[in-house]
């Protein structure tokens, strides 16, 4: 049986331990790395999330101002509309008494007493 040499053996697993601390090491830097992106990334995420948020917001008020304004335009178009109605009845109304006196007036000019 040959015989192993205590320091040399120890030298050996030395060697194997520090290729397992530069591999270890190496795993490291990369992870850093990956988790050091993963964070940009979920800075930019919420950066977009938070920007999309602001522009859906405005939207949200220039609706809400168009659709007040269209109500505001209706209400008046109506009221306008209702104005002229009761225009053209007085209208009317005027017409028909003014017929009905001239048909009168007819009446009394075609039949003398």
């Given at each position: ?53 602001k ?8 609706l ?16 306008e ?25 007819a ?7």
């Open positions: 049986m040959a015989n192993i040499d205590p320091i040399q053996l120890m030298q050996a697993q030395n060697e194997k331990l520090k290729a397992q601390q530069e591999h270890l090491m190496a795993n490291k830097a990369s992870l850093e790395h990956t988790v050091s992106e993963v964070m940009k990334s979920s800075i930019d995420f919420r950066t977009s999330i938070f920007n999309l948020d522009r859906l917001k405005e939207a949200n008020a220039k809400e101002k168009v659709e007040k304004e269209l109500a505001d335009l209706k209400k008046k178009e109506i009221e509309g209702e104005k002229k109605l009761a225009e053209l009845k007085a209208q009317a109304e005027e017409g028909k008494i003014q017929g009905e006196l001239d048909l009168q007036k009446n009394a000019d075609a039949d003398p007493v």
